[in-house]
């Protein structure tokens, strides 16, 4: 039925930069965009990772525009019966979706959405556990691309806004906000305040040659929007952040790494339409770009 909605995980990616200049290297980093066009071709020929028991994969990427692939994330669980890959990177043709699910990679933003299937699900059961799959595939393929001295790979779910400006109307009072960039990697978005933070970050880690910097502000003094701004860049993934504070003479913490809950899309595709790589890049292209119109990666 066309009034059906599927549910997907958004995935943030991240290469933060490493060395900083430090050492002397012996090859030249690819630009961020190209990297990634390079790291999923070849993912499905050659890398595979294994989370417990299962062994996950990527198969019949193609790509529908420059800025989008679309791929199958492939699990082969434990003493399963399973269409096995007649080529590398290649599934036959088959109607039983338990072994595999639909993804796509926005590659300007940097952002993997991938179809919550109740069958992949099975082996994968949270956005995390998606993460730390993806982070595998492309450690592995960076590696093979001989770029494993210039990036790190990070990918994290994409989180429900509202968590820091929750934990702030709780409490009495802020002592300190900690944040830690690491590098020109996403873009800042609209918030002035957010810019300015990144700016700041990348001069202090050009000027000392650092793989990241982590500022401290004590005692700070927000304003409602401010708090607004850090829990939209905290959740989306622009900024790592924690924060300690004092509720009821007792103190208390934040953190963008455990506290944010991920945030699940549900985009106007149903099971049927799953199979039409085009209409599935399209959906997912509209949505991306109208959920996070904050222009392009820097390099």
Wanted: proline residues 6%; negative net charge.
């Amino acid at each position: 039925m066309d009034d059906e909605k599927t549910l997907w995980w958004m995935l943030q990616l991240q290469l933060p930069q490493k060395n900083g200049g430090q050492l002397q290297l012996f090859t030249d980093p690819i630009p961020r965009p190209e990297l990634i066009r390079k790291a999923f071709t070849i993912i499905p020929r050659t890398i595979r990772t294994r989370k417990g028991d299962c062994i996950w994969g990527l198969a019949d990427l193609n790509a529908p525009s420059e800025n989008l692939f679309v791929f199958k994330l492939t699990v082969r669980p434990p003493n399963a019966k399973i269409a096995e890959e007649p080529e590398p990177g290649y599934l036959e043709e088959t109607k039983d979706p338990r072994f595999f699910t639909i993804g796509v990679i926005h590659i300007p933003l940097q952002i993997i959405v991938v179809n919550r299937s109740s069958y992949v699900s099975r082996y994968a059961k949270s956005a995390k556990t998606f993460a730390t799959i993806f982070t595998s595939l492309l450690q592995g393929a960076i590696k093979e691309l001989d770029m494993e001295e210039h990036y790190g790979v990070e990918v994290d779910p994409i989180a429900q806004v509202g968590s820091f400006i929750e934990w702030v109307n709780s409490i009495d009072v802020l002592k300190k906000i900690i944040i830690k960039h690491t590098g020109p990697n996403l873009p800042a978005g609209a918030s002035d305040l957010v810019t300015t933070i990144r700016d700041t970050a990348n001069r202090y880690r050009n000027a000392l040659h650092s793989k990241d910097v982590e500022m401290i502000a004590n005692a700070p003094i927000i304003q409602d929007r401010e708090v607004e701004e850090l829990d939209e860049a905290a959740a989306e993934r622009r900024l790592k952040m924690r924060a300690q504070g004092v509720r009821a003479g007792v103190g208390t913490s934040w953190s963008s790494k455990t506290k944010p809950v991920p945030e699940t899309a549900i985009m106007p595709l149903n099971e049927d339409q799953l199979g039409d790589s085009s209409l599935v890049s399209q959906r997912i292209s509209i949505y991306i770009e109208h959920r996070f119109n904050k222009g392009q990666i820097e390099e």
